[in-house]
Nanobody
Framework: QVQLVESGGGLVQPGGSLRLSCTTS????????RGWYRQAPGNQRGLVAT???????NYADSVKGRFTISRDNAKNTVYLQMNSLAPEDTAVYYC????????????WGQGTQVTVSS
């Protein structure tokens, strides 16, 4: 089992920045990949960014050049630095982790609201 706790959401004006954090606990050594997804009202949950244990990253086209995913292994934390935020970035952001020991399992945080509005 893996537990994920997000923080850092909030209200920001267009063009502003936020940094989300996700701290993991539990069977962290089984984690292969972690990252962020988001879901806006009326939309399906979709990829924002992921990072593997090897450091490979993947970004949604809509956030490339604006968002950066990173990790601090000593703190068991993954970050999402979001710059040049726009109203269409408004969504609930979910932390995500995938484990691959004994099968493939996906874990989700409780979500944190990000609202971009003037």
């Amino acid at each position: 089992q893996v537990q994920l706790v997000e923080s850092g959401g909030g209200l920001v004006q267009p063009g502003g920045s936020l940094r989300l954090s996700c701290t993991t606990s539990g069977n962290i050594f089984s984690i292969y990949k972690r990252g962020w997804y988001r879901q806006a009202p009326g939309n399906q949950r979709g990829l924002v960014a992921t990072i593997t244990n090897g450091g490979s990253t993947n970004y949604a086209d809509s956030v490339k050049g604006r968002f950066t995913i990173s990790r601090d292994n000593a703190k068991n934390t993954v970050y999402l630095q979001m710059n040049s935020l726009a109203p269409e970035d408004t969504a609930v952001y979910y932390c995500y982790a995938r484990t691959i020991v004994g099968g493939t399992y996906d874990y989700w945080g409780q979500g944190t609201q990000v609202t971009v509005s003037s």
